[in-house]
């Protein structure tokens, strides 16, 4: 079997569409449904043109942001949310629940209805953790709904998302768990990060361990007009928790990471038998195209540290997590994934791996 | 920058209070899980008795249990099967179930109706047990399907042997009496063939009797004429006499009262006289006869009259059923202890399923000339029962249907510890004693034709015709000999001989029962009625004669 090489989801939107979103104002317009779709089969052709064995729809249709896709449009949903503050000095502010109940708005296999109409290889599906959506309940509650309440919803939807996603055939499910390291960050306590785990790991506790190797955990330090919102916490002291998730592949930003052999060296430490690593190996907010050598080399110093049976290979980060992000042209993402596709085969080949 | 702390702040607060949340959350699904868990060994306990009595179900059950998968091969089987059939479960379970079924046909069939989904309800079958026996039993079965796929037999073996074999030994009682029930219908129709043969044959020489004695009464009838029907009443009557002497021979026979009188024999006079005998008959039908004798003479213990009977009747039965110039062949051998005369003929035969039956009483061989040459079917049954008196066998012989038949009479060569020849009545000299004699009898014929033989030996008689009538002849008679037939209307011989004993006069008289019951019981009932002698009708003149001129006549 050859090493694994998988990407982690959105791909920069083509500007028509963007710009169509503009001037229509709603992202949710009817009139704009002929251009998510012509964007979607254009992704998944030039995905499927790259070579990767295993493709996604490039959220082209995950309207404004990976992270609130799936309550975008509620009722009783406030954008006067948390702010979350990034490198470059932006910001992105969180939804905020202002009454009872909570209700996915929508569930990401509804994407993959229309993707594996058109696609050829592989699909995988990348859907919000419970832990990014827990953020949504504000500090001063809400009468007559319990946060418990709020949590026992929410791992509810969670489940009946990820389950809709598998039975529909995705070939794995990822949960984009960005705010992990945030949580690090805001909370140097540990306290947030743990709670997190403790969220997303029951919510996980509902599948079976077959499930399980179809679901995957994704965090990177939050890449957003080339740049990140915690990249300057310690990747290495966020591992130990991450492989606590009972879950049988995780996706890790490695290519941006400044030391990549002490997070190496950390997830030699903590990788599970049963759990797969697939390490980013092209940095999507470095304007750079890696070389499928560079790639390669990657790779190679990854599996000095990382058995080749439980390694993969990945992106960073998805290339445009929030709609409206143009800082990495489409063709750029294509051209890092096809190094990452050609760079993976070289090393599985310099390995031995057939 | 205020702002931001304040933000941050915010954010701290809602993590720390959605981190006790998840804790509570975290709580209360470890405890459902706790709850879920303990539900789920409270049902694993509840799964698990209930195997375990499914399993004691199995195991136990009055029926024998047993799966097969689809290969054929016995999976489980329970402690009433392996008990039922004397295996262990290592010597069953595995093997093939074929092995076990007597009739492979029974068990390629079941397989194939229960592969093709038939549920089986009562298949009858045999099972081999260990010890070789065989074990009747009823099979109901059917296949567990999962997917479409055979999993394997569900089969209920029910032991039906005891039930078996009580239906086999009512078949065979049915059999039995069905069997007995033919041979009673046989016998029964034989009696019917024989008692219509018997009236013909009884009848037969009525005929010739009446018109010869018309013929001797006839007023202008001449002396030859009387001296001719004299011959042919005489000739008639002797031949009645010889049906009614087989018929109580065998009656003697069939009562075991039959006796020999055992003397030294030659076996060439016994033949002589019985050629002689069949003679007329193998003469008038022009037949060829031949004998062969054992060169020298043999001398044994034997009834020569009772033989000669035999083989005379073996010799007329051999001319009677041969064609005209038919061959007979008479052969005596004597060797290694043993007489062997063997009469065969080139008649019309016996058939196969006939031989057995042919020294049976009645028998005859079913043929349209069976009544035409006459004969009451005694004859072989009478010969039969004389010969093995003598303590030898008979055996008929026949190729089948007109290919002639073959006799052989086999008799022990046993010599008589004393070689004086046994005194018989007829030899016995017969003083003429004139006797008073009184007869009664309710038969006028009888009675008269008695007195008048009596009288022409010059005994004085006088006849009565009942009961009442001889008491009072008694007295004025005062007879010497009484012969009182027993069954007489109102005062029978019984009664009779009672009173006569109650008299004083009455003692000395010779009282003598005249009666066609001839029992051992009849006799023992004359003697207790004070009767002195027991004749048995028809009464042999000689018989009588010499009972009559005994000295003492008590």
């Known amino acids: ?354 | 920058m205020g702002s931001e702390e304040g933000e941050e702040a915010r954010l701290r607060s809602v993590i720390s209070e959605n981190a006790k949340s998840i804790q509570r959350v975290r709580q209360n699904a470890e405890r459902e899980l706790i709850a879920a868990k303990e539900a789920l060994e409270r049902k694993a306990q509840e799964l698990q008795r209930s195997e375990e009595l499914l399993a004691d179900f199995f195991e136990n059950a009055a029926i024998g249990l047993h799966w097969v998968g689809p290969d054929g091969i016995i999976l489980r089987a329970n402690q009433t099967e392996l008990n039922l059939l004397g295996y262990s479960s290592a010597e069953y379970v595995g093997r093939h179930i074929a092995e076990f079924h007597a009739d492979q046909p029974v068990i390629e069939d079941i397989l194939s109706r229960l592969s093709c989904g038939e549920c089986l309800q009562g298949y009858e079958a045999r099972l081999r047990c260990k010890d070789g026996s065989i074990k009747h039993v009823v099979i109901s079965s059917n296949v567990l399907w999962e997917n479409g796929k055979f999993i394997h037999t569900r089969c209920f073996t029910r032991d039906i042997t005891d039930r078996k074999h009580a239906e086999q030994a009512l078949r065979e009682e049915i059999a039995s009496r069905e069997r007995a029930e033919t041979a009673l219908r046989e016998a029964d129709r034989r009696k019917d063939e024989f008692l219509a043969t018997l009236a013909h044959e009884l009848r037969n020489p009525l005929a010739p009797i009446r018109q010869a004695a018309r013929i001797s009464n006839a007023a202008n009838a001449t002396e030859a004429q009387k001296r001719w029907s004299h011959d042919v009443i005489s000739r008639q009557v002797q031949h009645m006499a010889l049906l009614l002497d087989d018929l109580l021979d065998v009656s003697r026979i069939t009562r075991g009262t039959l006796e020999l009188r055992l003397q030294s024999t030659e076996l060439a006079a016994v033949i002589d006289a019985a050629v002689e005998t069949a003679r007329p008959l193998l003469d008038a039908k022009r037949h060829s006869f031949t004998l062969q004798m054992p060169p020298e003479p043999v001398h044994f213990a034997a009834d020569p009259l009772r033989l000669a009977q035999v083989l005379s009747n073996l010799l007329t039965n051999a001319a009677k059923y041969t064609d005209p110039e038919g061959q007979i062949r008479l052969r005596a051998a004597c060797a290694a202890g043993e007489i062997t005369i063997a009469v065969s003929d080139t008649g019309i035969g016996i058939p196969p399923e006939e031989l057995p039956k042919v020294f049976t009483m009645f028998a005859q061989v079913s043929s349209s000339r069976d009544h035409a040459e006459g004969g009451l079917g005694i004859g072989l049954a009478l010969a039969k029962g004389i010969i093995t008196l003598h303590g030898g066998e008979i055996e008929a012989r026949s190729a089948g249907r007109d290919r002639g038949s073959e006799f052989i009479v086999r008799l022990p060569l046993r010599a008589m510890r004393s070689h004086s020849p046994a005194q018989t009545t007829d030899e016995r000299s017969v003083n003429p004693v004139k006797r008073r004699i009184l007869i009664a009898d309710d038969n006028r014929d009888a009675a008269l034709s008695l007195a008048a033989l009596l009288r022409m030996d010059g005994h004085e008689v006088t006849v009565v015709h009942d009961g009442h009538e001889a008491l009072q002849a008694f007295s004025q008679v005062q007879p010497e000999v009484a012969l009182l037939d027993i069954g007489m209307p109102e005062l029978d011989g019984y009664q009779v001989a009672r009173h006569v004993r109650q008299d004083p006069l009455g003692q000395a008289v010779t009282l003598v029962a005249v009666t066609g019951w001839g029992q051992d019981s009849d006799k023992a009932r004359a003697f207790a009625a004070g009767f002195n002698h027991h004749l048995t009708k028809p009464i042999e003149p000689e018989q009588l004669s010499t009972l009559l001129s005994a000295e003492s006549l008590c």
Request: hydrophobic residues 40%; negative net charge; charged residues 25%.
């Open chain 1, 1 to 354: 079997m050859p090493i694994p090489t998988e990407p982690i989801g959105s791909i920069p939107r083509p500007l028509k569409l963007l710009a169509a979103i503009d001037a229509c104002g709603d992202g949710m317009d009817p009139t704009l449904d002929s251009l998510y779709e012509e964007a979607t089969r254009d992704t998944l052709e030039q995905l499927e043109a790259t070579g990767s064995p295993v493709i996604t729809d490039g959220e082209q249709r995950k309207y404004h942001n990976f992270w609130t896709y799936s309550v975008h449009g509620l009722k009783n949903i406030s954008p006067d949310g948390f702010k979350i503050p990034f490198a470059a000095g932006h910001t992105r502010r969180m939804l905020r629940l202002t009454a009872e109940p909570f209700r996915y708005k929508r569930y990401a296999d509804q994407y993959l209805d229309f993707a594996l109409r058109y696609a050829h290889v592989p699909l995988k599906q990348a859907v919000i953790s419970p832990s990014a959506l827990s953020l949504m309940y504000p500090a001063e509650g809400i009468a007559g709904y319990s946060r418990e309440q709020f949590i026992e919803d929410l791992l509810r939807e969670h489940e009946t998302e990820v389950r809709r996603c598998l039975q529909k055939g995705a070939y794995k499910v990822q949960i984009d768990f960005t705010e992990g390291r945030l949580a690090a960050k805001v909370d140097p306590s540990g306290m947030l990060l743990s709670s997190f785990i403790d969220l997303n790991n029951l919510a996980l506790s509902r599948f079976s361990a077959a499930d399980r190797q179809r679901i995957g955990v994704h965090t990177c330090p939050g890449g957003d007009w080339d740049s990140t919102h915690s990249a300057d916490i310690d990747y290495a002291g966020l591992l130990p928790s991450l492989f606590e998730l009972n879950v049988g592949n995780l996706y890790l930003a490695l290519a941006g990471e400044t030391d990549r052999l002490t997070v190496l060296r950390a997830i030699r430490r903590y990788l599970r038998p049963d759990q797969r690593v697939f390490v980013g190996v092209v940095a999507p907010i470095d304007p750079h195209i890696e070389t499928p050598e560079e790639v390669r080399d990657r790779v190679l110093e990854a599996a000095q540290y990382i058995p080749i049976g439980q390694l993969g290979t990945t992106d960073d980060c998805g290339f445009s997590p929030f709609c409206d992000d143009t800082s990495t042209t489409r063709e750029t993402a294509f051209a890092k994934i096809r190094a990452r596709v050609l760079g993976t085969a070289l090393a599985a080949e310099t390995l031995g791996v057939p």
